[in-house]
């Protein structure tokens, strides 16, 4: 399986198939659309079933002990090689995200950088002891701790980052000496497939890594009910996420999942309006607000409210929406047809509830696919359009009467991803770190956008919280803990 990479041509069809052990199954049949042009068909895929799982887990569990058996360093090497391939490949990679997501061009390139970072990690960790020497309290005798791989695994991954998410899931899971079952999201299965051709050229084994396409209801429900996969990590909704998590708990597996988020950003008196709008707009417009750290909510202080809105205002402007492969695009498409009913519905509920827009998000394109910012003014913590994730380019702004008062409405909602605040007041940005219910804060920084080696997860709705991703800890996930007593000595 090496001479497979797609050409990345616009207007051609990547013809891809299930990547099962050492074989390609299943005839392209379902077709996933460019969303900037949606008569251009960027890539068929097969639909697999329950029995493209059962021969995906089969192939991952024989693949699995003899890739465990490899020296963590050559499995690394597999990893940082790929991540090389990538590079090498990442203007085609690119295109190809841009045509099957809608990212822009510059988001697009940057994501399948983060991808190549994040092989590059996980490469890295290979080199890396993991465990403990630990005291024992019987003479001549050496405790110490080992991580084991857990086996088989299934990874579940969403459409909005679409290699950057396989990758920063598959990475530790590899390179913890497990194998993969990876089923990527139907609206983008050619990012997944340049990840897996990737590893595949960089020399990992056939079977280590399992790509499997087809429906959530079919593929995934059989992913998280299959007695083989040890551990499933889901990205994706809310919805779909408390029912993976169900079934796997049942059979006594493994489970982490990354779900929705609602994230506030704090705005204070003393910051500069014009900073606190362009940090709003790169994580509310940015990637067209399809985003779990999206700012989704911007909480003002009185004395910034009012000049804060007009510079946010002024921005909006700026996100006109396009088509990413023109390089001066600031905004793409928004993914799908359904996504923008979304979108388009949370803005009408938003204004009926009493908010007032003063940016109204306009729909344009020839088949309606692009969609400007909208801004809201007047939103109350008690409307549904501040407490629950819209997933699209538009941004509430509440009003609170001080900064603790901020802080009480950043955490009056379900989900606890990111949350970000801007000022100068270290005692301010000390008080919201300490406060503010979030897996991960920022100050003075966008709630979008995260670094490969650090932690990443959430607390309340928004995740399992019991493991997080990226980082040296995304393997705690992807292993177990055996303790050995050796005693060297009976005198
Ligand atoms: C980022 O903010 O850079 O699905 C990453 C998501 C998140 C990833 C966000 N799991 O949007």
Redesign the pocket.
């Known amino acids: 399986m090496t001479a497979d990479v797609p050409t990345s041509i616009p207007g051609s069809t990547a013809l891809l198939h299930h990547r099962i052990g050492d074989r390609l199954l299943g005839e392209p049949e379902e077709e996933r659309r460019n969303p900037a042009h949606p008569d251009e068909v960027v890539a068929a895929t097969p639909r697999g079933d329950a029995t493209t799982v059962d021969q995906a887990v089969e192939a991952a569990l024989a693949a699995q002990p003899g890739w465990a058996a490899l020296p963590a360093p050559a499995r690394g090497a597999i990893l940082l090689r790929a991540g090389g391939i990538l590079s090498a490949r990442r203007d085609q990679v690119t295109t190809d995200l841009v045509r099957e997501e809608g990212k822009t061009w510059a988001e697009a390139y940057g994501e399948v950088g983060r991808a190549i970072e994040i092989l590059q990690f996980y490469g890295g960790e290979g080199r890396r002891g993991r465990g403990e020497l630990i005291p024992s309290g019987t003479p001549h005798t050496m405790a110490y701790t080992r991580r084991e791989p857990l086996g088989a695994v299934g990874i579940i991954t969403?459409w909005?980052?679409p290699i950057?998410?396989p990758a920063w899931k598959t990475s530790p899971a590899l390179i913890s000496g497990n194998t993969v079952v990876l089923k990527p999201a139907g609206l983008t299965p050619l990012c997944a497939w340049h990840l897996a051709a990737a590893l595949a050229d960089a020399g990992l084994p056939p079977g280590v890594l399992n790509l499997v396409y087809g429906p959530g209801g079919t593929v995934g429900e059989t992913i998280a009910g299959h007695p083989g996969l040890a551990a499933v990590s889901f990205?994706g909704s809310n919805e779909v996420g408390r029912r993976i998590e169900r079934q796997v708990q049942e059979r006594g597996a493994r489970v982490l999942l990354?779900m929705g988020?609602k994230n506030p950003l704090v705005v204070l008196d003393d910051a500069d309006p014009v900073l606190a709008a362009r940090i709003a707009a790169d994580s509310g417009f940015g990637v067209t607000g399809?985003?779990?750290?999206?700012t989704s909510r911007v909480i003002c202080t009185p004395g910034v409210h009012d000049r804060f809105v007009a510079e946010l205002a002024a921005q909006a402007a700026r996100y006109r929406p396009g088509d990413g492969l023109d390089r001066g695009t600031l905004m793409g498409p928004v993914v799908s047809g359904s996504q923008m009913r979304s979108d388009l519905r949370w803005i009408e509920t938003a204004t009926e509830e009493g908010a007032q827009a003063v940016v109204a998000g306009e729909q344009s394109g020839d088949a309606g696919q692009f969609l400007d910012p909208t801004v809201l003014i007047g939103v109350k913590p008690s409307h549904r359009i501040a407490q629950e994730e819209v997933f699209g380019p538009v941004v509430g702004v509440l009003a609170a009467d001080n900064p603790d008062h901020a802080v009480d409405i950043a955490n009056d909602i379900p989900f606890g991803l990111?949350a970000g605040i801007v000022t100068n007041d270290m005692r301010e940005a000390h008080r919201f770190i300490d406060r503010v219910q979030a897996g991960i804060v920022k100050v003075n920084r966008p709630t979008?956008?995260?670094d490969p080696n650090v932690p990443?997860g959430g607390v309340k709705e928004s995740s399992t919280n019991t493991y997080r991703e990226q980082g040296a800890a995304a393997t705690d996930f992807y292993t177990w803990t055996k303790s050995v007593y050796l005693g060297f000595d009976h005198s």
């Open positions: 969403p909005n980052f950057a998410i990205t990354e988020g399809q985003a779990c750290t999206a990111s979008s956008g995260v990443f």
